[in-house]
């Protein structure tokens, strides 16, 4: 079993920085590939970036891509989004989710998800 946090949301004027973090515990983090996902009301839950095991492979959704950027430190457990240039579009509850394929883009790829932290992004 991992157990996922992520904390870090809140409320930025567009054009705003936020930074989300999720820390795991329990079995092997680096093991798992790490991916950011986010769901808007109404809206199904969707791909946002996921990181390879070691950190040395990325991957963005093409609406996110120049402006967050996906991030690992295995020896904290932790993997962060860095998100700039923020848009009122990109409101939505964020999740932090670990599973075991790299490159993985659909729900189905990831086994362990967090709670998930609310970014609100105002125009």
């Known amino acids: 079993q991992v157990q996922l946090v992520e904390s870090g949301g809140g409320l930025v004027q567009a054009g705003g920085s936020l930074r989300l973090s999720c820390t795991a515990s329990?079995?092997?983090?680096?093991?798992?590939?790490m991916g950011w996902f986010r769901q808007a009301p109404g809206k199904e839950r969707e791909f946002v970036a996921g990181?390879?095991?070691?950190?040395?492979?990325?991957y963005y959704a093409d609406s996110v891509k120049g402006r967050f950027t996906i991030s690992r430190d295995n020896a904290k457990n932790t993997v962060y989004l860095q998100m700039n240039s923020l848009k009122p579009a990109d409101t939505a509850v964020y999740y932090c989710?670990?599973?075991?394929?790299?490159?993985?883009?659909?729900?189905?790829?990831?086994?362990?998800w967090g709670q998930g932290t609310q970014v609100t992004v105002s125009s």
């Open positions: 989710a670990a599973g075991p394929f790299a490159g993985a883009t659909g729900i189905h790829g990831y086994d362990y």
């Open positions: 329990g079995r092997t983090f680096s093991s798992y590939a």
């Open positions: 990181i390879t095991w070691s950190g040395g492979g990325t």
